[in-house]
């Protein structure tokens, strides 16, 4: 999906350079598309590629960031596999925990789908659209025509840097990093029209409703506004322009027939997979600080009346953190819904005495402390909290 | 954005102005401008960005640092892009401030971090707390840490040991926290 960011890495900065270069370009030659087990000719620079990627796959695979979740790994492969049959073999799924909206995939057949992805398709046709996005790219062998275009208009320094970044992997923590790795350089505008296409025809073969397809990018759409920020977020710096692209795939979903039936991965199905890990992402996506951005998300999740407490609890340490003006009384509202709803963690009690304590309300503030120490009787801070409980005169 | 390690090795490559010294043992030392301890054993030290690091086998495995006194409204190290970097207020409690190191950590490139066993702590004559930190590096290597902490003067005072979970952070835990003991602050 992405094939760069807005972080600050000098690897991206190469990578994204090449991109901008490469938008203006239209040297890139239709190929043949690959087929079911096909892998390049030895002697080709597809093989090149592939090689960097297979380096690019382990050094992902070493970050520690992959989540070894077998349920998940099966969920999101059984879509692939739904969506791709003859590939199915082919194709290898690596679930990345980073909170940021992103699917990459690799020439050599491995895809990065990122949790902050899966905890935003607010069901599976719409995962089953960005990963059909990706097998698109795969399919249409997008890597190769990227390659040969930039080699072919750009000078041999540039093309010498991104080859070394690449294969180098200097570190592989960072996110910019993590999603250079997983695509190894930006695909055209049209390339991503392409995959668009074959995202839409993938998901409507195997019988997911198209119409989902624009919907997720209108909640993405809905997040960057929020953010109010120049910097482009890591997936739109380098995609066509949202509207323009929400307006696409909206026609050519209207076009398309209705699925004749709903189709469903094997296994647990996405509500399933959000229920096992929604608290954990959310946790990460405090971390990311797109307070604005958590905002929307967390409006949206809290539609799903089973998430009402954790989501809740979670818009509260949102305000909490961001700690603007009327903040800490939002976040004291929101604990309380989240504890009158249920459902979310004990946190919720501390957290409340927190923002209780910063506004002068003690009384209230000790009887959340207590709270939250009668709830976790076994908290590895409980030490920490008590000590609150004498500084509060209790 | 870089981890503590990454920031301070990359400093020192660039700029040439930070140099390695050597810490011998056994005599106090002044530290980080906040700060004065007694090693048990030789360390190397740097200063760079905020920072002072002491290390024995070299600080992507293992490091001990000692942050500068960090004020209203100061990240826990200077970074690109550090608008998104969680920043220090006085009005932190210990929670908040555990929290403010984890966040810190993640958004500098440390992958499943997580804080536990937060309690209160003396460090030097003033009340504060502690608290266990885990993470892998950027290289996907587990590392484990200590981390000790108090507020004077509107000032966070701060202490962090990590290391390699296997070998390196055990190896000089003892001497950690005898160290650990010895701290005054020169609040």
Known sequence: ?????????????????????????????????????????????????????????????????????????????GIVCRLAPEHCAQVRIHVIRTP???????????????????????????????????????????????????????????FFQVLTAAAGVPVVGQVGQIAALGGLMAYSRDHEREADDAGLLLMAQAGYDPREAPRIWEALLAEREAEDKDEPSIFFATHPSPAERIAALRERAAAAPPPARAAR??????????????????????????????????????????????????????????????????????????????GAPVEAHRSLGLVLWRSGDTAQARDAFKAYLTGAPDADDRAMVASYLVTLGD | MRTWIALLAAAALLTGCATWTLVDG????????????????????????????????????????????????????????????????????????????VHSTQRGGGARVAAREL??????????????????????????????????????????????????FPKYATHVERLLASVRISA
């Open chain 1, 265 to 342: 991965a094997d296994g647990p199905g996405h509500d399933h997979i959000l229920a096992l890990h929604r608290r954990a992402w959310l946790g990460d996506e405090l971390r990311n600080r797109k307070h604005a951005a958590s905002l929307v998300l967390l409006e949206r999740l809290g539609r799903d009346r089973d998430a009402a407490g954790d989501v809740a609890f979670h818009r509260g340490e949102v305000y909490r953190l961001r700690g603007e003006d009327g903040d800490d009384v939002r976040a004291a509202s929101a604990y309380r819904e989240a504890i009158a709803a249920g």
């Open chain 2, 119 to 168: 309690r209160p702590w003396r460090l030097g004559s003033l009340e504060g707390f502690r608290f266990e930190l885990d993470f892998l590096n950027e290289s996907g290597l587990e590392m484990t840490g200590i981390v000790a902490g108090a507020v004077a003067g509107e000032k966070l005072y701060l202490i962090a040991y990590t290391g390699a979970r296997a070998h390196y």
């Open chain 1, 1 to 77: 999906m992405t094939r760069g960011s807005g972080l600050a890495a000098p690897l991206l900065a190469v990578l994204v350079a090449v991109a901008l270069c490469g938008c203006q370009a239209t040297g890139e030659t239709r190929l043949q598309d690959l087929q079911a087990g096909q892998r390049p000719a030895l002697d080709s620079d597809e093989a090149g590629l592939w090689m960097v990627a297979d380096r690019s796959e382990r050094a992902v695979l070493e970050s520690g960031r992959v989540v070894r979740d077998p349920v998940l790994q099966a969920y999101v492969k």
């Open chain 1, 100 to 158: 940021s909206f992103n699917a990459t995939m690799s020439p050599n057949g491995y895809m990065q789908v990122w949790t902050g992805l899966v905890l935003r398709a607010e069901n599976e046709d719409q995962l089953a659209y960005v990963l059909g996005h990706e097998l698109g790219h795969f399919l249409r062998r997008h890597s190769v025509q990227r390659w040969r275009a930039i080699r072919a208009t750009t000078d041999a320094t540039s």
């Open chain 2, 26 to 101: 056994g005599a106090r030392q002044d530290v980080a401008g906040g700060y004065s301890v007694e090693p048990q054993v030789a360390w190397s030290r740097i200063r760079q960005g905020g920072v002072e690091l002491w290390t024995v086998d070299g600080p992507a495995l293992q490091a001990l640092r000692f942050f500068e006194p960090i004020g209203d409204g100061d990240p826990l190290f200077a970074a690109q892009g550090s608008d998104e970097l969680p920043v220090f207020s006085s009005r932190m409690t210990a929670s908040e401030i555990q929290e403010f190191v």
